[in-house]
């Protein structure tokens, strides 16, 4: 029977303390099984720009490893902030963010944690499905390759006292291309929900069912890149 890599859990302060040591396990290993990352403080206690190209307010993140990934060049000719850029927007305005504000989920949550002291029941109810089988733009019960399913399935917000945090679900994610870019979208969309309901943001879990790489060869640069005492090109 072929290694079976995973479960693996990797646990840190916030985004650029884990990134660069789960894509340094998963380009040694190829994928991984059920990974765990555990982001312990993704958002910062202070309100201030941490990037202003891409507009970032109150992000936890080591500026030198983030702008490493970002002036990074993958083999197809898109650099690290084109990678960022995109997946913010998805989690902003896009696909994901339609999908968990369908059927009023996502404003459910909201006023959900209003209502916690009063109705205990709701705290393990704050869910957003980006999987609908019985609607259509959201459908992905298939039996060929398309539609795809979303790579995100789940967030599911917990809180804790007077923090909230944040789990995801994912039926899998490019280490190397997009994870980095879902991290700080989802820990914008976590800022957001915690900014809107008066709640301490927490810690950010995310669960990957199968970690990959996208881009191999550039992975393993990028791995080097990120040990470097250099911004390299």
């Known amino acids: 029977?072929?290694?079976?890599?995973?479960?693996?859990?990797?646990?840190?302060?916030?985004?650029?303390?884990v990134y660069p040591r789960v894509l340094d396990f998963i380009v040694g290993k190829e994928y991984c099984y059920a990974l765990v990352t555990v982001l312990e403080k993704p958002i910062?206690?202070?309100?201030?720009?941490?990037?202003?190209?891409?507009?970032l307010i109150g992000i936890n993140l080591n500026r030198e490893i983030h702008e490493k990934y970002k002036r990074f060049i993958f083999?197809?000719?898109k650099?690290?902030?084109?990678?960022?850029?995109?997946r913010i927007e998805i989690f902003l305005e896009?696909?994901?963010?339609r999908a968990i504000t369908s059927f009023r989920q996502l404003s459910f949550v909201l006023k959900a944690l209003h209502l916690l002291n009063k109705r205990i029941w709701l705290y393990n109810r704050l869910l957003c499905l980006?999987?609908?089988?019985?609607?259509?733009?959201?459908?992905h019960v298939h039996?060929?390759?398309?539609?795809?399913?979303?790579?995100?399935?789940?967030?599911?917000?917990?809180?804790?006292?007077?923090?909230?945090?944040?789990?995801s679900v994912w039926r899998l994610d490019y280490v190397d291309t997009?994870?980095?870019g879902n991290w700080i979208g989802l820990s914008l969309l976590l800022r957001e929900i915690c900014l809107k309901s008066g709640k301490k943001p927490g810690h950010l879990i995310v669960i990957v069912n199968k970690a990959v790489l996208k881009d191999p060869a550039a992975s393993r640069y990028l791995v080097e890149t990120f040990k470097s005492r250099y911004l390299l090109g």
């Open 130 to 139: 980006t999987v609908n089988p019985n609607f259509k733009p959201l459908s």
């Open 94 to 97: 896009g696909r994901y963010r």
């Open 75 to 77: 083999g197809d000719g």
């Open 1 to 17: 029977m072929a290694n079976i890599y995973g479960p693996e859990i990797f646990k840190g302060e916030n985004i650029t303390d």
């Open 79 to 86: 650099s690290g902030l084109e990678k960022i850029r995109k």
């Open 44 to 55: 910062s206690e202070k309100e201030e720009v941490v990037d202003e190209e891409l507009s």
């Open 143 to 167: 039996i060929s390759n398309k539609p795809v399913p979303p790579r995100l399935l789940l967030l599911d917000f917990k809180p804790k006292g007077e923090y909230l945090n944040l789990i």
């Open 178 to 180: 997009a994870m980095y």
